[in-house]
């Protein structure tokens, strides 16, 4: 660790990116704004998108400074970089700015974030600002605007890594489907769950509000009606469901997250026998409350649209026989196994 006290120079490099059709003017104003409410000066570079946060001390020491602050919106997300090189010990220090999804708010959250993790830095470092300069009139240096192609992953200094740095997984970079939002889902499902009898597709509908990291849903399934012959008696099996459910969300990626969910409700058989008498406990309906337990993942589609996939399985809380001249021709008992997939459409 270096000990001796390096003095930092008096502006910051802003780089913003371009090419991606995004208009980063609001976000680069507040920013502005806010360094230079801080003392500083500011000078704004454009590089290409995306902008590479090991890039950052290199583009610093073009404009002959130590300090850089990148910004970028991918998916929603505005992030940063805050880069810092010690110009004693040539040491390059990165931080994250945390991500904030766009919203009326966003670019004064975000410009306070990165000057808080601005002076962060510094402070952990050890560094002291020399004064800021003054203009005629006692105002803070005008700040610049400048266009600068995109160094050479080569041309960075110090212990900056070379290539694509892993701190580019640390901005709180929310996946399309990890948003705080309602929506719908709709989709097809396939239910093993009345042993002797054929497996049942049906389809499905669902209503659900996600949160950061977990969800709550109501949906609904209603199968197709499946038969089977026993001895001369053919039974036929409809089947319908009707419930709640709680789900955990953990994203691997930009792109897909994966989920475990619990939930109960309602599932109902309707049957019914071609010849002779059949009977269930004497009802051609049987409805039990049920308990679920299930996992899968989300893959995203576009910024409003993903396609789900999930397993299931339910544990009715009684079982039921279906019989045939009071012979158990058919049983509903756990476990009953779901396979659902389907879109998730965000309002």
């Known amino acids: 660790m270096w000990t001796s006290v390096a003095r930092a120079e008096n502006y910051v490099v802003i780089v913003v990116p371009s090419g991606d059709n995004i208009d980063y003017s609001t976000f680069e104003n507040r920013l502005r704004f806010e360094l230079i409410a801080a003392g500083y000066a500011t000078i704004t570079a454009t590089l290409p998108a995306p902008i590479d946060a ?137 239910n093993g769950g009345v042993r002797s009898m054929p497996m049942a597709p049906g389809g499905e509908i669902g209503f659900y509000r996600q949160e950061r990291y977990w969800g709550a849903s109501a949906e609904a399934s209603v199968y197709v009606p499946v038969s089977a012959a026993f001895s001369d008696t053919r039974i036929t099996v409809g089947q319908w469901m009707i419930g709640g459910a709680l789900q955990l969300y953990q994203p691997i990626g930009r792109v897909v997250t994966v989920f475990e969910s619990v939930g109960s409700g309602i599932y109902d058989l309707q049957i019914s026998a071609s010849s002779p008498r059949q009977e269930n406990d004497r009802k051609p309906s049987y409805a039990v409350g049920y308990s679920s337990t299930g996992a899968g993942l989300i893959s995203n589609l576009n910024d409003r649209t993903a396609l789900a996939l999930r397993f299931r399985i339910i544990a009715p809380w009684r079982e039921a026989d279906i019989l045939v001249k009071d012979e158990v021709a058919a049983r509903l008992a756990f476990p009953i196994v779901l396979a659902d997939l389907g879109l998730r459409i965000a309002f």
């Open 54 to 190: 090991a890039t950052l001390p290199a583009i610093a020491a073009r404009f002959s400074t130590n300090v850089a602050v990148s910004l970028s919106i991918l998916d929603g997300i505005v992030y940063g970089f805050v880069s810092i090189t010690d110009p004693i010990a040539h040491k390059n220090t990165i931080r994250a700015v945390p991500g904030y999804p766009i919203g009326e708010q966003t670019p004064g959250v975000f410009a306070v974030r990165a000057t808080d993790v601005l002076h962060g830095a510094m402070l952990e470092l050890n560094y002291v600002r020399s004064a800021p300069q003054i203009q005629r009139g006692g105002e803070p240096a005008k700040s610049q605007r400048l266009v600068t192609p995109a160094p050479k992953q080569a041309e960075v200094t110090g212990r900056a890594p070379a290539r694509a740095s892993p701190l580019k997984a640390v901005p709180a970079s929310k996946s399309a489907n990890q948003r705080e939002r309602w929506g719908v889902y709709l989709g097809g499902t396939l």
